[in-house]
Structures are given as structure tokens and as C-alpha cells.
């Protein structure tokens, strides 16, 4: 679990306990039922990561786009509330650029938030190709973690940040990627693979799952 939701359910609780002793129990509720939900909402599980010369998605939730974008193709994932809120890293690398950009709220799923919204912009840089990746905030998700600074070395499916309550996240991929998902799948951070190198050996890709 992300401490984060650890401190939300502590403090939620504390004051589910005044508003008892205060007022009553009945009054009490909603704040243990939100303090149950931070709980569920920053869970942050293992996930399997795939080997070889594949990317992985950087976070869960349901492909609302794939489209080319100034020369690259880019992928949209769209979080809504009940999903896991931790990113990944989509390949492993160096990260070159982390490049903050103030913005809108609009609502995460609609096309104009890539360009419009607040939002954090990654480029990272390895085994000789590059990805960039957005944490793009949305309606109610006003707070973007990012964890990892330039310079930085992660790991392919390594925890890189969240996006608090619903968010959405874009992938672009240069032209030695072959795309792997569709919009309406659905997909999960470290586990599912979006992508493969085309000027690489392969296998058979696994699937995302939810398709």
C-alpha cells in the first residue's frame, strides 16, 4: 500500500472517532466509510514483469486512444477511481527529461486533456530507443507524485509516482514500436505489455487482459 493512503485513513479515523464521541455513530459513518476507501484506493500490488523487448503499460485503467502523435503513436489510458493509481515505468532506462506543466481539469477521458491539462511529462532513454509518458491529471485528481528526477535509472515496471483519484496517462512511442493494444481494453501497470520492438527478435506478445 502507498503511505499515502495510510495517513488519509488515520487521520479519517480520527475524526470518525471525535464525531462519535461528539455526535454519535451514525454521524460518524461517512468519514469510516472514506476512510475505508483511501485504504482500497492506494493499494499498490505486485505485478509480474514481462521480459524481453517489450513495454509494459505504466498504469491501470482502459485504453481510450491510440493515434499518432507529432511522428510518434500514442496510447491514452484512462484512470477512473476503483483503479490502481500507482505508474510504472513502461521500459527500462535513463530518466532524461521530468518536465512539470500547468494546466486545466478537465475530465481525464476526454481527447483535449493530453494538451490542456495539468500534467508531468517523462522521457526516458534506454537500450537504444526512447519513451515519453504523461501523468495527466483529471477532474478530481489534482495531485501528481512523481517520484523520479533526471538522471535517474529505473527499471522496467518499477513504481515511478501516482496520480491521486482518478487521472489519465499517454504513452508515445517512436516508430520502431509495434502497437499491441486497442481502444477498450483494459490494462494493468508492470504487467500488461502495450508494445514491442519491431527491429528486435521475438516471440508471440502476451495479451492485456480485460479485452
Known amino acids: 500500500m502507498v503511505k499515502d493512503g495510510i495517513y488519509y485513513a488515520a487521520g479519517l479515523s480520527a475524526g470518525g472517532a471525535a464525531v462519535w464521541w461528539l455526535a454519535g455513530r ?5 468519514l469510516w466509510v472514506v476512510a475505508a476507501f483511501c485504504l482500497y484506493f492506494f493499494r499498490d500490488p505486485e505485478r509480474e514483469i ?3 523487448p517489450v513495454a509494459v503499460s505504466p498504469a491501470d485503467g482502459k485504453v481510450v486512444a491510440v493515434q499518432p502523435e507529432n511522428g510518434a503513436n500514442r496510447i491514452s489510458i484512462f484512470l477512473n477511481i476503483f483503479d490502481v493509481h500507482v505508474n510504472r515505468a513502461p521500459i527500462a532506462g535513463r530518466i532524461c527529461q521530468v518536465e512539470y506543466h500547468k494546466g486545466q481539469f478537465l475530465v481525464a477521458s476526454r481527447e483535449e486533456a493530453s494538451s490542456r491539462n495539468e500534467r508531468n511529462t517523462i522521457t526516458l532513454q534506454g537500450d537504444g ?3 515519453v509518458f504523461k501523468q495527466i491529471a483529471g477532474l478530481i485528481a489534482r495531485r501528481i507524485v512523481c517520484r523520479v528526477r533526471q538522471g535517474d535509472r529505473v527499471g522496467k515496471g518499477e513504481r515511478i509516482g501516482l496520480i491521486k483519484f482518478g487521472s489519465r496517462v499517454d504513452v508515445l512511442f517512436g516508430p520502431e514500436w509495434e502497437i499491441l493494444v486497442r481502444p477498450g481494453m483494459r490494462v494493468a501497470a508492470g504487467a500488461s505489455v502495450i508494445a514491442r520492438r519491431l527491429d528486435m527478435a521475438h516471440g508471440p506478445a502476451p495479451e492485456a487482459y480485460g479485452a
Not at 451514525?26 to 461517512?30: N, T
Open 26 to 30: 451514525w454521524f460518524s459513518l461517512p
Open 50 to 52: 514481462p521480459e524481453g
Open 129 to 131: 530507443t526512447s519513451v
